[in-house]
């Protein structure tokens, strides 16, 4: 692949799930103990079920601990190799970024996976990368997290690309302002932090049926995701 015509402008990858495979980190054991009785997002929950501080501490450090244990389990997800090809053969024509309500840790352990299978380093596939409590040097202060499309405005400073896509903050039933802006994730709060910011968002079924309605794509694997992001090659 000597050159390839984009479909996109940009791309943002969540990680668990999306860039590794779904399941590495067991959310329903992570509910189990808390007590949470839904499905939904474990630390907006937490913040406002807790009783006390001291209980939200409590429950958070339980969410810690499941997600370190799930860091041994992590495994690239299937059809990476086929996103790899079609990243490095973009380049700088096509922005990356990996965008999660995991820790930083979780970045590190992802680097070293993708050394240790012989890819490119993390930075070099994904430049920008927000993870939880990121700190925002622009806004003074740490970002929300996903659905919030803060992270979302905050990759597009990072890209330097606010001139051609100014800081938009609508409703996800809205038709995509930025269609060739593009969140990936298998999670229902990824969608929303893309179409909240206006961006195209794509679904991670692996291979389930069935779609939430902010999805404007659905992919099975990186391999439909990467193919996606090419118009034509050549
Ligand atoms: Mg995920």
């Not at 997002?41 to 937490?46: A, G, Q, R, T």
């Not at 079920?49 to 339980?62: I, L």
């Amino acid at each position: 692949m000597s050159h390839v015509e984009l479909a996109f402008a940009g791309v943002i990858f969540d990680l668990d799930g999306t860039l590794t495979q779904p399941d590495a980190i067991d959310f329903a054991r992570m509910r189990e103990r808390i007590g949470m009785p839904e499905p939904g997002s474990i630390l907006h929950w937490i913040e406002a079920h807790a009783t006390s501080e001291t209980e939200a501490e409590e429950m958070r450090a339980v969410v810690w601990e499941e997600e370190a244990l799930a860091l041994d389990q992590m495994a690239l997800g299937t059809g990476f190799k086929d996103l790899v090809r079609v990243l490095s053969a973009a380049g700088d024509a096509l922005p990356t970024a990996i965008c999660t309500r995991n820790s930083t840790e979780a970045l590190e352990a992802f680097d070293a996976l993708l050394r240790r299978s012989g890819f490119p380093a993390c930075a070099t596939l994904f430049p920008v990368a927000v993870a939880r409590d990121h700190h925002s040097t622009r806004l003074g202060r740490v970002l929300e997290n996903k659905p919030s499309p803060e992270p979302t405005h905050e990759i597009l400073h990072a890209w330097g690309l606010t001139e051609a896509y100014p800081v938009h903050a609508g409703h996800e039933e809205e038709a995509p302002r930025y269609p060739d802006l593009l969140f990936v994730g298998d999670g229902r709060d990824d969608l929303l932090a893309g179409r909240r910011a206006g961006t195209a968002a794509a679904w991670m079924n692996h291979g389930d049926e069935g779609a939430p309605s902010t999805a404007t794509y659905s992919f099975r694997d990186l391999s439909e995701c990467a193919a996606t992001l090419i118009a034509a090659s050549c």
